[in-house]
């Protein structure tokens, strides 16, 4: 199963202007990359930078919030593993996966991002809390871009 996955991962590379994808499933972490960057990378390093080339064709930047410092929230952040559109529910008239205040389990599903016409399911590494959910249904949002925080805690 995560072969298959691995390959349509690859397949979406391949067919996109996007350079490298980054992403965790089932405990794994996977990197697929069309061109090496100049720089090092070591194993040990977190992934959480944001490519720095912005498609040309992009006509406005995108509006991220910024969290005030008396906003921090306890736990854990789920970031986004590919860029596209964030959806909280399957379909517009069903409710959201999960809301603020929601106890999630390991393996539940917190939203959907649409990329290439392909609707990938975001699940819950971990379960605990939904504290925070950054982004609204239907915002357009960046790789490693923050989604939720879980307090394992909860």
């Not at 090496?36 to 509006?63: G, Y």
């Given at each position: 199963?995560?072969?298959?996955?691995?390959?349509?991962?690859?397949?979406?590379?391949?067919?996109?202007?996007?350079?490298?994808?980054?992403?965790?499933?089932?405990?794994?972490?996977?990197?697929?990359?069309?061109?090496?960057?100049?720089?090092?990378?070591?194993?040990?390093?977190?992934?959480?930078?944001?490519?720095?080339?912005?498609?040309?064709?992009?006509?406005?930047?995108?509006?991220?919030?910024?969290?005030?410092?008396?906003?921090?929230?306890?736990?854990?952040?789920?970031?986004?593993?590919?860029?596209?559109?964030?959806?909280?529910?399957?379909?517009?008239?069903?409710?959201?996966?999960?809301?603020?205040?929601?106890?999630?389990?390991?393996?539940?599903?917190?939203?959907?991002?649409?990329?290439?016409?392909?609707?990938?399911?975001?699940?819950?590494?971990?379960?605990g809390v939904v504290s925070k959910i950054f982004v609204g249904n239907g915002d357009p949002v960046e790789y490693n871009q923050p989604l939720f925080i879980i307090d394992?805690?909860?």
């Open positions: 199963m995560w072969q298959d996955k691995l390959k349509e991962i690859i397949y979406i590379l391949e067919h996109s202007d996007v350079n490298e994808i980054d992403v965790t499933f089932l405990g794994k972490r996977y990197r697929v990359v069309k061109s090496a960057p100049v720089s090092t990378f070591s194993p040990d390093q977190e992934a959480h930078s944001v490519p720095a080339a912005v498609s040309a064709t992009e006509s406005s930047p995108i509006e991220t919030e910024t969290p005030v410092e008396d906003e921090k929230v306890a736990g854990n952040e789920v970031l986004s593993p590919m860029p596209g559109t964030f959806y909280s529910s399957p379909s517009p008239e069903d409710d959201a996966y999960v809301n603020k205040g929601d106890k999630v389990n390991k393996g539940d599903t917190l939203c959907i991002i649409e990329a290439m016409k392909i609707m990938n399911e975001i699940e819950a590494e971990e379960g394992p805690s909860g």
